[in-house]
C-alpha cells in the first residue's frame, strides 16, 4: 500500500529552523515526484516545493529559505525551513506524483495527513 506519512512539525519562533520529513512506504520513492504543500486556515492549498528525479522547484515566497531534499536509503523527502515567518503558519503536506514536476496540487495522486508548523513568538 503506497503510503507518505509528514513529521517534524511544531511551534517556533519567526526566525527559527524546522526540518520537516516525509516517509515513503509501498513504493521507491526516488521513482516519482514528491511535493510539500500548505494550507493556512481559511486559505487555499498551494505548493511550497517539488523534487522530481533531476530538478526542484519553489514558490517564490520560500525560494532561499527552503530547502527540499531526498535521502532515497531512506526513502524520505525533508523540506528544511529557515528564516520562519508567522504567514508561513500552515498545516503542511507532502504528496506524490507520477507527473512532470509542477507545485499544483491536482497533478498529485497520494497525500499525506500532513503537520502543523507555527511560526509565533
Known amino acids: 500500500q503506497l503510503q507518505v506519512v509528514e513529521s517534524g512539525g511544531g511551534l517556533v519562533q519567526p526566525g527559527g529552523s524546522l526540518r520537516l520529513s516525509c516517509a515513503a512506504s509501498?513504493?521507491?520513492?526516488?521513482?516519482?515526484?514528491i511535493g510539500w504543500f500548505r494550507q493556512a486556515p481559511g486559505k487555499e492549498r498551494e505548493g511550497v516545493a517539488g523534487i522530481g528525479f533531476s530538478s526542484s522547484i519553489y514558490r517564490d515566497s520560500v525560494k532561499g529559505r527552503f530547502t527540499i531534499s531526498r535521502d532515497n536509503a531512506k526513502n524520505t523527502v525533508y523540506l528544511q525551513m529557515n528564516s520562519l515567518r508567522p504567514e508561513d503558519t500552515a498545516i503542511y503536506y507532502c504528496?506524490?506524483?507520477?507527473?512532470?514536476?509542477?507545485?499544483?496540487?491536482?497533478?498529485?495522486?497520494?497525500w499525506g495527513q500532513g503537520t502543523q508548523v507555527t511560526v509565533s513568538s
Open positions: 509501498g513504493f521507491t520513492l526516488s521513482r516519482a515526484g
Open positions: 504528496a506524490v506524483t507520477t507527473r512532470s514536476l509542477t507545485l499544483r496540487s491536482g497533478d498529485y495522486l497520494y
